[in-house]
Nanobody
Framework: QVQLVESGGGLVQPGGSLRLSCATS????????MRWYRQTPGTERDLVAG????????SYADSVKGRFTISRDNAKKTVYLHMNSLKPEDTAVYYC??????????WGQGTQVTVSS
């Protein structure tokens, strides 16, 4: 059974930091590109960051470059999103996504991140 379980969300002040985790099971984690998306009410889910499986090449949305870092631990089958210098506009539900192909991909249930003073 495939599982992706996000954790680490919460309320943080502007300028603060959070680390999101996505613990996975049920698929060959090291072969999958892992991505973080985020979504606010009434909008589409936007890609925030991605990291490939074997080579661990990373990519980021322009809005988070220099502030967010994606990483993965293939032994623990977990992907992380380190978020620094958080802004109110980073407020969203953050989703973990595992991608092998358009026909083989999985989503987590999401974790809420709220940036507010």
């Amino acid at each position: 059974q495939v599982q992706l379980v996000e954790s680490g969300g919460g309320l943080v002040q502007p300028g603060g930091s959070l680390r999101l985790s996505c613990a996975t099971s049920g698929f060959s984690f090291n072969l999958y590109t892992m991505r973080w998306y985020r979504q606010t009410p009434g909008t589409e889910r936007d890609l925030v960051a991605g990291i490939t499986g074997i080579t661990e090449v990373t990519s980021y949305a322009d809005s988070v470059k220099g502030r967010f870092t994606i990483s993965r631990d293939n032994a623990k089958k977990t992907v992380y999103l380190h978020m620094n210098s958080l802004k109110p506009e980073d407020t969203a539900v953050y989703y973990c996504h595992a991608y092998l192909s358009n026909y083989t991909n999985y989503w987590g249930q999401g974790t809420q991140v709220t940036v507010s003073s």
